[in-house]
């Protein structure tokens, strides 16, 4: 098992990365990396200091992060994959819905850990910070996380900005809801009682671990478009190459009905 003493400190660096990206957001300034998406110096200078502190307490693990190559081992017990601020494109312009998000694969390429902060989001509360240890139950500021709301009943849902691009909706009569943020589009059937489902497009490894281990924790999961529980794979883990398969995230009967009503666009 992970070290809980250590476990409290990579927790209090991620929540403190969050309160920085917070009071950095008025001053940053936009630029694009190669492939057209958002980067800020908060972004770099969040990576860094996350990775160092990730090396000095759990020297044996390995390290992924959206910002920096590391040199990673495929066989380290546990592979800790950052995401320094997800939904860059609308922190970069002032919006609230972004965070920062560190999830954590065990050997058997399980989500079982996560550390999400979300200074500018929360539920009638100014910010979030969400918590699950290895084997542990999930917390948000403190608080033990429950469900509310019937998760197989989906009437309302959170998915990607380009999901009009991606998706058939002439059989879904529901409510969509967009944030910017794939993690966080991912949290809320956890966080919300009025949000069942959440549906995925084109994601990175660091865009889904930290939610889906929230997710699983509670019963719920992520399914690709042909009924399949995710499974992370060594080439998605290591190799930075995007999903390009839709995933379906609630309950098994809410991700059934998001299967039938939203189906990809041939």
């Known amino acids: 098992?992970?070290?809980?003493?250590?476990?409290?400190?990579i927790a209090n660096e991620i929540e403190e990365a969050g309160h920085f990206a917070y009071r950095m957001q008025k001053s940053v300034h936009r630029s694009f990396k190669k492939d057209g998406s958002v980067l800020t110096e908060a972004d770099t200078t969040i990576s860094h200091s996350i990775i160092e502190r990730i090396h000095s307490l759990f020297p044996e693990a390995a390290v992924i992060s959206e910002e920096e190559e590391t040199g990673n081992n495929m066989d380290a017990e546990w592979i800790f994959i950052l995401d320094p601020i997800d939904g860059t494109d609308v922190y970069s312009q002032g919006m609230p819905s972004f965070a920062v998000s560190l999830g954590v694969l065990d050997k058997n390429r399980n989500p079982v850990a996560a550390y999400i902060a979300a200074p500018r989001f929360?539920?009638?509360?100014?910010?979030?910070?969400?918590r699950l240890d290895p084997d542990g139950?999930?917390?948000?500021?403190?608080?033990e996380l429950t469900l509310?709301?019937?998760?197989?009943?989906?009437?309302?849902?959170?998915?990607?900005?380009?999901?009009?691009?991606?998706?058939?909706?002439?059989?879904?009569?529901?409510?969509?809801?967009?944030?910017g943020s794939t993690i966080l589009h991912i949290l809320s059937p956890a966080l919300f009682p009025s949000v069942e489902g959440v549906v995925v497009q084109k994601c990175f490894?660091?865009?889904?671990?930290?939610s889906h281990a929230i997710l699983k924790s509670?019963?719920?999961?992520?399914?690709?478009?042909?009924?399949?529980?995710?499974?992370?794979?060594?080439?998605?883990?290591?190799?930075?190459?995007?999903?390009?398969?839709?995933?379906?995230?609630?309950?098994?009967?809410?991700?059934?009905?998001?299967?039938?009503?939203?189906?990809?666009?041939?």
């Open 218 to 266: 509670l019963g719920m999961d992520l399914e690709d478009e042909n009924g399949n529980l995710f499974k992370y794979s060594n080439e998605f883990i290591f190799s930075k190459r995007m999903l390009s398969s839709i995933l379906y995230g609630g309950t098994e009967k809410g991700r059934a009905y998001l299967r039938a009503t939203l189906p990809p666009l041939r």
């Open 148 to 179: 509310h709301g019937d998760k197989d009943d989906v009437r309302e849902i959170m998915m990607g900005s380009k999901g009009a691009h991606d998706m058939d909706f002439s059989r879904f009569d529901g409510k969509i809801r967009v944030l």
């Open 122 to 130: 929360g539920t009638g509360e100014e910010s979030l910070f969400i």
């Open 137 to 143: 139950k999930p917390t948000v500021n403190g608080e």
């Open 205 to 210: 490894v660091w865009d889904i671990i930290s």
């Open 1 to 9: 098992m992970l070290d809980k003493i250590k476990l409290d400190a």
